[in-house]
């Protein structure tokens, strides 16, 4: 440990900062599968208070801060240098002073402009926007299982729910919520952040929504996130929600996804839903005698013929906004058609979840996911692709979700534990990034659950000139993630050195 990272983790502990110098093989990686070395030192501030003292001693000891919460970045959002600093966030705002995760915690209510508005005066806002005021660790779960009584919800849930809503916010996630009320830059009316400056660590609160739109996505490059407002909904009632699902099946996997993005771009024409996703039925989602083969209505959605391909949209929303969605499958005679319980689709829904990574004995590798089609009319290009290189390899199938105007893309490869397996599997999510992310397939690199390691690399000229200024204004003296800040950012795979897997 370097002289000043010394000086910086002596001072923590006189202070009462809990610090962690041993056992840090943990934070070496993510769920992004990439590493840039072991950190040697991971900071867990439960407070603000405690974040100001941790940022305060960076900025005088020249250390550098690499944000990290729960640790679900696919991007390597929350990897630190090797011999760097973590910073843990997964405790801020949620739990008590002896670190353990708060219960009963309180929940606080605002309008956009933020005002207070008492709990049980919520009803009395409905057909307005209303925002929760949390701490940053706090997860979408927590928050949708203390808003459920009050028949409310977070506006815009990720399929990982137990990610953090700062966490959420610093890579602009997107998820259910998503086609209507955007990503989570959207969804974000103020912010209170800890940052750097030449006079010490201090306080500040942003509550213009253009400038936290442009924050939105910036992995923790800005500053450590406190506290957010966040964007909260009504529950449709029952006599509201429409759901239902759609399937097109064929042996020419191009032609399947020519008419699908063909009929998604005219029921976006004339629909607003708040869920809009989409799988493969892949059979080798189940082993033999699953129920699922045989439920009543999802079932059927895995019979078809061998050498044979089925897409499967799934779509909720409100009735009067989806009641164009039949009109429209109509005119596409591939396209079948059905409306569902709210029970089946939630079922549909959780399969669609697992199939990214449901396989007995594998592992899902990260890689090639969140590709970003910014026009549907070219799935058909894409799945090709996909198909061509990945058949006949590992196990795993594309998914993702429908968003207004294009669409986002999500292949795990499914590698069982060994060393080859693994690298067969980084390779193949290499060849697709390789093959996928090219301008003539309008296609746009890990746009929906951040850019991570790459934030910096795959931003435009325009994006690269706001990041700047954004840096400027909050952290002058570039404590926070500045290896983030570089065109030609370290990839590397962390099989790379599973010397312990046999081959």
């Known amino acids: 440990m370097n002289p000043s990272l010394t000086d910086f983790t002596s001072a923590l502990q006189v202070a009462g900062v809990h610090v962690e110098h041993h056992n840090l093989a943990p934070y070496a990686s993510d769920a992004s599968f990439l590493t840039l070395g072991t950190p040697a030192l991971a900071v867990f501030p439960r407070t603000e208070a405690e974040v100001l003292t941790v940022v305060g001693l960076a900025a005088k000891n020249g250390v550098k801060l690499t944000m990290r919460a729960k640790g679900s970045s696919t991007a390597g959002a929350s990897l630190a240098p090797g011999g760097g600093v973590v910073l843990v966030t997964d405790r801020l705002g949620v739990v008590n002073q002896f670190g353990r995760r708060l219960g009963g915690w309180a929940l606080n209510l605002v309008t956009a402009k933020g005002a207070a508005v008492p709990v049980a005066e919520l009803e009395q806002h409905r057909n307005e926007e209303m925002y929760a005021r949390v701490g940053a660790a706090l997860s979408t779960e927590e928050l949708d299982k203390r808003l459920a009584p009050l028949d409310w919800q977070t506006a815009v849930v990720p399929s990982s729910g137990w990610s953090t809503i700062g966490g959420n916010f610093a890579t602009n996630a997107g998820g259910n ?5 955007g990503t989570f830059n959207n969804v974000i009316a103020r912010l209170r952040m800890v940052v750097a400056t030449k006079d010490g660590a201090k306080v500040v609160e942003v509550t213009d929504r253009d400038k936290i739109r442009k924050m939105g996505g910036g992995q923790g490059l800005y500053g450590v996130i406190t506290e957010l407002d966040v964007r909260v909904v009504p529950k449709l009632t029952k006599d509201e929600l429409f759901s239902a699902f759609c399937t097109w099946e064929g042996p020419d996997v191009e032609k399947l996804g020519d008419e699908v ?70 005119r596409f005679p591939r396209i079948v058609y059905k409306e569902t319980s709210a029970a089946t689709f939630k079922l549909l829904l959780e399969l669609r979840k697992a199939s990214t990574g449901k396989s007995p004995g594998r592992v899902a590798i990260p890689g090639f996911e969140d590709i970003y089609i910014e026009d549907p009319r070219y799935l058909g290009k894409v799945l090709k692709a996909i198909y061509s290189i990945t058949e006949g390899q590992l196990p795993g199938r594309p998914v993702g979700h429908q968003y207004t105007g294009g669409l986002v893309v999500h292949y795990r490869p499914l590698a069982q534990l060994t060393r080859a397996e693994y690298g067969t599997a980084w390779d193949l999510t290499q060849k697709l990034t390789g093959a996928v992310c090219r301008p003539e397939m309008r296609t746009i690199k890990r746009r929906e659950h951040g850019l991570g390691l790459e934030v910096y690399a795959l931003s435009s000229d325009a994006e690269r000139a706001t990041m700047k200024a954004l840096k400027a204004e909050f952290d002058p003296l570039n404590v926070f993630s500045p290896h983030l800040m570089t065109e030609k950012p370290e990839i590397h795979f962390v099989g790379e050195k599973l010397g312990g897997y046999a081959a």
């Not at 919520?177 to 009320?181: F, I, L, Q, S």
């Open 177 to 181: 919520g998503t086609p209507k009320y």
């Open 261 to 330: 993005g063909n009929f998604m771009v005219a029921m976006e024409e004339v629909t607003k839903p708040i869920i809009a996703e989409f799988m493969m039925a892949d059979r080798n989602l189940f082993k033999a005698g699953d129920p699922m083969l045989t439920h009543p209505e999802l079932g059927q959605l895995f019979t078809y013929p061998d050498g044979s391909y089925k897409f499967v949209m799934m779509y909720q929303g409100r009735k009067d906004e989806m009641d164009k969605l039949p009109e429209v499958a109509r």
